[in-house]
């Protein structure tokens, strides 16, 4: 895990609220009302197509229909984030959900300074999302031992939605973290939880 963020100008710079009409339209669906869009949404919006596909897939990932919890959907991005090093999607979803799924002070800082056993983790069900994240970070798989284990907490929807959730968040770690976009205003950072 990448532990220190350097600020650095965006590669992709973010397209400002009356760039277009077009534009403004999607960024309007894309946070609840009132919240301004977040940076990684007006750098997609760069490619309107793109963004819009994007956003169907997004909302299925962080609504109702997902068969997995609030608690164990954001274990799941806070750790795939944190191990991709994309301090920035980490702290956007720390800042928005950590709260509200019941994730301690303890468990925020597990994400990205500590692993499945460090003690964070008094929960089964809890330690082993954290080792699927790992196990599809480090092999793209999952053995037999894991699956067994993750199969005593999960059924089969639950588990396609968790390998895809921890996928999806692996490619917008990759996106925002080449396109260097820059942190939220008051986000935490990895540095904060150590």
């Known amino acids: 895990m990448d532990e220190s963020h350097e600020e650095r100008a965006p590669r992709i710079v973010p397209v400002e609220p009356g760039h277009d009409e077009r534009v403004d339209a999607h960024l309007a669906g894309t946070m609840p009302p009132g919240v301004p869009p977040i940076g990684l949404f007006r750098t997609f919006a760069r490619n309107l197509p793109m963004a819009a596909a994007m956003s169907a897939w997004g909302r299925y990932e962080l609504g109702r ?5 609030r608690r164990e959907r954001e274990i799941v991005i806070d750790r795939t984030c944190a191990r991709c090093g994309c301090e920035y999607e ?3 979803h720390v800042a928005f959900f950590g709260e509200r799924a019941g994730l ?6 597990s994400t990205v300074h500590g692993h499945a056993g460090d003690g964070s983790w008094p929960d089964a ?5 954290v080792e699927l994240v790992d196990a599809l970070h480090d092999t793209s798989d999952v053995d037999d031992e894991l699956w067994s284990r993750l199969r005593q907490h999960f059924d089969d ?3 396609l939605d968790l390998l895809l959730l921890c996928g999806w968040y692996h490619a917008i770690s990759y996106a925002a973290r080449a396109s260097r976009v820059a942190l939220e205003p008051g ?5 904060s939880v150590a």
Request: hydrophobic share 50%; proline share 7%; glycine share 8%.
């Open 65 to 69: 229909e997902l068969s997995v919890g």
């Open 90 to 92: 980490w702290g956007v």
């Open 104 to 109: 301690t002070p303890a468990q925020v800082r």
């Open 125 to 129: 069900r809890d330690r082993v999302l």
């Open 157 to 159: 929807a639950q588990l």
């Open 187 to 191: 986000a935490p950072t990895f540095a």
